[in-house]
């Protein structure tokens, strides 16, 4: 079965990144694209280098033998893929931080994982320190998460089956989709809905099934000043919302400190009390959130420890001891 593209991309480039060698073209045929003709994967690989190109990501070729003409081999350093240093601002680094945070995305997450399996499985060597160039975040658990996604990049339509609340059954939908976004903790498609003429967002985890493009790339363009945050807070329901009080570690978290001082002033945040360890100070902050607030605070690692509520402490216990089971399980 034909890996999406996203998939076969991502795969090519991990397996082109963690070698220290050039990889020959039949190498990369029976790893990748054992399933294509040889036809298929001339063309595919073409369309494949080019795109990852297209990126920004610089694919050497160069020949497996310094000695020898023999066929040329494919590599990608990190040296050259990796950014340069950056020097950011405390505020810069914390906008950083929450944008990052969007790709921790399960099927890319396995995409890696199965990579490096195949190529540890066929004793290929591997430095694989070269992927800690980026670091992602931010979970995107939805199925259809990459349909919309890929959509939004090629101006596709989408067809799929949506269940509103309160519903028996899904119906189906048409969107050509203008954005995907998160709000209040949750992913929504953001387009227009081609059935009714009108604007309209989809929250991705009410679609059943799987979502699918329909009609060529391109055949849309997005308004001009469209703005899809703010469509999704003007038509998305209400988000509920909840105190949260966090211990926060000192000189860190500077996004939730700024949101409790914004919410309460700067007595809701309580400087220098115990903290579940003594490497440096702690204080507490009283956050208000909505239901995304165990992903958000996920991502600041053991900067974080939460008082309460009890619901929401037990859920981010529980992601964490699942998180560490998974990495204890062989492969």
Do not use: C
Request: charged letters at 30%; aromatic letters at 6%.
């Amino acid at each position: 079965m034909a890996l999406p593209k996203s998939e076969r991309l991502l795969n090519l480039l991990i397996m082109l990144l963690v070698q220290r060698h050039y990889v020959a073209k039949d190498r990369i045929r029976s790893i990748l694209y054992a399933d294509s003709t040889p036809d298929a994967f001339e063309k595919m690989f073409e369309r494949d280098k080019e795109e990852l190109r297209s990126l920004g990501v610089p694919i050497e070729v160069g020949h497996m033998d310094a000695y020898f003409d023999d066929e040329p081999g494919y590599r990608i350093r990190a040296d050259q893929l990796a950014l340069p240093d950056v020097e950011l601002t405390a505020d810069e680094a914390a906008v950083i931080g929450l944008a990052t945070r969007v790709w921790e995305h399960a099927r890319l997450a396995e995409a890696t994982t199965e990579a490096v399996r195949k190529l540890t499985a066929l004793g290929v060597p591997l430095d694989v320190s070269a992927l800690e160039i980026a670091q992602p975040r931010l979970t995107a658990e939805e199925p259809s998460f990459d349909v919309f996604w890929e959509a939004v990049q090629e101006r596709t339509a989408v067809q799929f089956a949506y269940r509103r609340p309160g519903q028996d059954r899904s119906t189906t939908r048409h969107l050509q989709p203008w954005g995907v976004v998160r709000y209040s903790g949750r992913w929504y498609a953001v387009g227009l809905d081609t059935d009714r003429g009108e604007e309209r967002v989809f929250r991705l985890s009410r679609v059943e099934g799987a979502a699918r493009h329909t009609g060529r790339p391109g055949a849309f363009d997005v308004p001009p000043g469209t703005d899809v945050r703010e469509i999704a807070r003007r038509l998305a329901p209400a988000p509920t919302t909840t105190e949260v009080t966090v211990l926060v570690r000192e000189g860190s978290g500077i996004a939730l400190r700024r949101d409790a001082v914004a919410a309460a002033g700067e007595g809701t945040v309580e400087r220098g009390v115990a903290g579940p360890d003594r490497r440096t100070g702690w204080d507490r902050l009283v956050l208000t959130r909505g239901p995304g607030v165990v992903d958000e605070l996920l991502g600041y690692g053991s900067d974080v420890y939460v008082e309460g509520p009890a619901a929401v402490r037990e859920e981010l216990v529980a992601r964490l001891t699942a998180a560490r089971e998974r990495a204890d399980v062989p492969a």
